[in-house]
């Protein structure tokens, strides 16, 4: 059995998308670099292109997590995994080439496993507390329960975040449980599945984008996954952007 964080024994997990309409290819930029920050969000590495076809010569593959710049994003129109993309035309490291859109995301893949979106904040924009560089806000309540180790079932402890990046969210942490509700404004259909397939499920049979739809249009619920990863996970449409959360139990 697979095994590598507390999180992959998880009795109940359970994920929320929220989502307003289906965002473009260029929504709200999540960094503090401006709307030139994209970057390869695959498992390992990402073919460029010689022409605007995923038939066509490769001149390379280019590693998960390195930024890219957009020339153009008028390329052909094609349907890869069940995701509808564009053949951009990109630049990284002195080569230009075609890379195919639904790859490529304004959120930075995390260097390593997550096993929650709280995880990837803090791989990406570092641990949420105050005296963080990224934060705007924090404010953080504390139930005088969790100080008292007889009483821990009782404890709860709740933060409030705003990140530079527009990322805002709350997270709510108990004796052997958490819930975390994490808002990325702007984020598109794409990027939120890439970045909830990074944080969800069983790394050997991810849920498909198909699933990720019907859950975010249909309210459907994803298959089970194996019993020692993350079992359910789910999404409710309401107005805003997406929101990526978890709430589970031991």
């Given at each position: ?63 998960r ?6 020339l ?27 890379m ?27 641990e ?10 924090y ?6 329960a969790c100080?008292i ?5 009782s ?41 909830l ?6 790394k ?20 089970e996954?194996?019993?020692?990863f ?21």
């Open positions: 059995m697979k095994i590598q964080s507390a999180f992959a024994i998880l009795l109940v997990s359970t994920f929320f998308i929220v989502c307003k309409d289906k965002t473009s290819d260029s929504p709200t930029d999540p960094s503090a670099k401006g709307s030139e920050a994209y970057y390869v969000f695959t498992k390992t590495s990402l073919n460029l292109r010689a022409q605007g076809d995923k038939n066509s010569a490769s001149l390379g593959q280019i590693p997590g390195s930024e890219l710049k957009i153009e994003k008028s390329g052909n129109s094609e349907t890869i995994e069940g995701m509808a993309g564009n053949w951009w035309k990109v630049e990284f490291d002195g080569k230009t080439g075609y195919f859109s639904a790859y490529i995301s304004r959120y930075k893949p995390s260097p390593k496993e997550c096993y929650a979106i709280s995880n990837y904040l803090n791989d990406i924009y570092g949420v507390k105050e005296g963080n560089s990224n934060l705007v806000r404010k953080q309540e504390k139930n005088k100080d180790m007889d009483e821990m079932e404890c709860k402890a709740t933060e409030d975040f705003e990140l530079k990046s527009g990322v805002t969210g709350k997270l709510t942490f108990g004796h052997e449980w958490m819930n975390e509700e994490i808002y990325f404004p702007g984020i598109a259909d794409t990027e939120g599945y890439l970045l397939r990074d944080c969800c499920g069983d050997e049979k991810p849920f498909t984008y198909q699933q990720f739809m019907d859950v975010l249009d249909k309210g459907k619920k994803f298959p996954m194996e019993a020692e993350y079992q359910l996970c789910s999404a409710k449409r309401k107005e805003g952007g997406l929101v990526l959360g978890q709430e589970s139990g031991l």
